[in-house]
């Protein structure tokens, strides 16, 4: 095991808590957020975002990370052909099962084994994605990095 | 919302993990990009197979070229990465996640094993194949919809955002707007 491979777990480790803590992996929040009965999710993501845009400010003149020396990525999210399709797609799903990527794990994480089905939803849809792409659509999509 | 940490105290939790992340590692807050290199190496095995292509191409181009031709494609980093860089390290964000979370859960609470609260029961029933199986099919919605919109609520919704970059803020408005609508619509079925 790494020095970088504890960090990034010690990184994850973090993410999840706060998940857990926040309410963000909360079935019941997520749907009062959608349902527009409760601002507590809108409020964190408003937070959360000014937070991040002004520390990724600050760091915008970093190349090199800190502890790995590695390339900070700013990898560009360009408006392409498959945004619009692929965000109502994900809309559709975050709004059924409540949860994303991310709090999917934190909620296996919680104990509903249950949202074990998502992740493994999650995982065959990125899987069927590859496979559509490659035969149908063709569409340059830049992963999540 | 009481059982829950504070907006404010949340949000600047969330955001300052999205800033310290890419500090100390270099790598931006994104969850499904991880998601989908565990799915490359799974499949492919070993060293990763697009990164390692993308790292020959860009160091013969870089050789041939110069690096003006890093910066005629925007969408190449600008170097190659450099060898102490472990290409393998993302992966362990996401078994950080479920142990963060599983450690939330011993202050918490741990949820119920097999239903996600009140709200769940009363959208999908008690019995377990509905629940499991609507789930999966969301999933199944997640992972096609943010490989093919190129992000999720983290990558797309934090970092994107926060970068201003267009895609990023195209795609958190219409999810976003879709989840909300979706849920509005289900109510109405539902009645």
Redesign the interface.
């Given at each position: 095991m790494?020095r970088?491979?504890?960090?990034?777990?010690?990184?994850?480790?973090?993410?999840?808590?706060?998940?857990?803590?926040?309410?963000?992996?909360?079935?019941?929040?997520m749907?009062?957020m959608?349902?527009?009965r409760?601002?507590?999710?809108f409020?964190?993501?408003?937070?959360?975002?000014?937070?991040?845009?002004?520390?990724?400010w600050?760091?915008r003149g970093?190349?090199?990370?800190?502890?790995?020396?590695?390339?900070?990525?700013?990898?560009?999210?360009?408006?392409?052909l498959?945004?619009?399709?692929?965000?109502?797609?994900?809309?559709?799903?975050?709004?059924?099962?409540?949860?994303?990527?991310?709090?999917?794990?934190?909620?296996?994480?919680?104990?509903?084994?249950?949202?074990g089905?998502?992740?493994?939803?999650?995982?065959?849809?990125?899987?069927?994605?590859?496979v559509?792409?490659e035969r149908l659509?063709r569409?340059r999509?830049?992963?999540?990095? | 919302?009481t059982?829950?940490?504070d907006?404010?105290w949340?949000?600047?939790?969330?955001?300052?993990?999205?800033?310290?992340?890419?500090?100390?590692?270099?790598?931006?807050?994104?969850?499904?990009?991880?998601?989908?290199?565990l799915?490359k190496r799974l499949r492919y095995g070993g060293e990763l197979a697009d990164d390692a292509r993308q790292r020959a191409l860009l160091a013969e181009t870089l050789a041939a070229f110069g690096p003006r031709a890093a910066a005629e494609a925007?969408?190449a980093?600008?170097?190659p990465?450099?060898a102490?860089?472990?290409p393998?390290?993302?992966?362990?964000?996401?078994?950080?996640?479920?142990?963060?979370?599983?450690?939330?859960?011993l202050?918490?609470g741990?949820?119920?094993?097999?239903?996600?609260?009140?709200?769940?029961v009363a959208?999908f029933g008690s019995e377990?194949w509905r629940?499991?199986?609507?789930?999966?099919?969301?999933?199944?919605?997640?992972?096609?919809?943010?490989?093919?919109?190129?992000?999720?609520?983290?990558?797309?919704?934090?970092?994107?955002?926060?970068?201003g970059?267009?895609?990023?803020l195209?795609?958190?408005a219409?999810?976003?707007?879709?989840?909300?609508?979706?849920?509005?619509l289900?109510?109405a079925v539902g009645r």
């Open positions: 790494t970088q491979r504890w960090l990034h777990l010690g990184f994850g480790t973090a993410f999840g808590v706060t998940l857990c803590v926040t309410g963000a992996a909360d079935f019941d929040a749907q009062a959608l349902h527009l409760s601002a507590h999710l409020g964190l993501g408003a937070v959360t975002t000014a937070t991040a845009v002004a520390g990724l600050l760091l970093r190349a090199v990370a800190l502890a790995t020396g590695c390339p900070v990525t700013r990898a560009p999210r360009p408006l392409h498959g945004v619009v399709p692929g965000a109502v797609l994900f809309g559709i799903g975050w709004s059924i099962s409540g949860s994303c990527p991310g709090t999917a794990l934190a909620q296996v994480g919680q104990g509903h084994w249950i949202a089905a998502t992740v493994l939803g999650i995982a065959a849809g990125m899987a069927a994605h590859r559509l792409n659509l569409w999509a830049p992963s999540c990095e | 919302m059982r829950f940490l907006f404010w949340g949000g600047l939790l969330t955001g300052a993990i999205a800033v310290a992340y890419p500090l100390v590692t270099g790598s931006m807050l994104g969850v499904s990009g991880v998601y989908d290199r799915l925007p969408e980093p600008l170097a990465a450099p102490p860089c472990d393998a390290a993302r992966l362990f964000f996401l078994p950080g996640i479920v142990l963060g979370a599983a450690l939330g859960a202050v918490w741990r949820g119920e094993a097999w239903s996600l609260g009140a709200a769940f959208r377990l629940g499991a199986g609507a789930l999966f099919a969301a999933g199944v919605l997640i992972g096609l919809g943010a490989r093919m919109g190129g992000g999720c609520t983290s990558g797309h919704g934090i970092s994107g955002v926060a970068l970059q267009r895609g990023s195209v795609g958190t219409v999810f976003w707007s879709t989840a909300v609508g979706i849920a509005r289900l109510d």
